[in-house]
């Protein structure tokens, strides 16, 4: 019996450092081409010698893509916050890019859902304030993905 045990203890260390690889080179790869997209986004407003408030809200969600990772490799784990706040960017860059075509319900439905956005990002972080997880004041940062 202890013999089976410790092959299942083996078996899970290499399964999870496999899982960690893949988790490293997947964001490594975002980040090169949020890196290569941001380049691209430089080249057009340099080409056009014209910078609109869509390409620098389009510039915030290509940095909240980076901090987000690098948040990840300081902490070992990727705070729920970080793509809420990119859902935000994203909506109040489509309401300005499609703002002339859109409704008045249309625009109120993106308005209203920026708004619930926020009010997750308030939540989560009254709760994780009031109601701090017992290893972030004991232990340092575990490996894993999602935090909060």
């Known amino acids: 019996m202890d013999l ?13 450092g496999g899982i960690d ?15 290569a997209a941001m380049l691209q986004e430089t080249r057009v407003m340099v080409d056009a010698k014209q910078v609109h408030l869509a390409d620098l809200l389009l510039m915030f969600l290509f940095l909240e893509v980076l901090a987000m990772i690098g948040q990840y490799f300081k902490l070992g784990q990727l705070p729920v916050r970080f793509p809420l706040y990119i859902a ?36 989560i972080r009254y709760g994780h ?3 701090p997880y017992r290893e972030d004041a004991d232990a340092p940062p575990r490996k894993g993905f999602i935090r909060e």
Not at 21 to 35: D, N, P
Not at 91 to 112: F, G, H, S
Request: proline share 0%; no cysteine.
């Open 4 to 16: 089976k045990s410790h092959s299942l203890d083996r078996l899970r260390k290499v399964f999870s």
């Open 21 to 35: 690889i893949v988790e490293t080179l997947g964001l490594l790869i975002i980040a090169i081409a949020t890196s």
């Open 88 to 123: 935000m960017v994203a909506l109040a860059r489509y309401l300005v890019l499609d703002l002339k075509e859109m409704t008045e319900w249309r625009m109120l439905a993106v308005a209203a859902a920026i708004f619930l956005l926020t009010v997750a990002v308030l939540i």
């Open 129 to 131: 304030i009031r109601f």
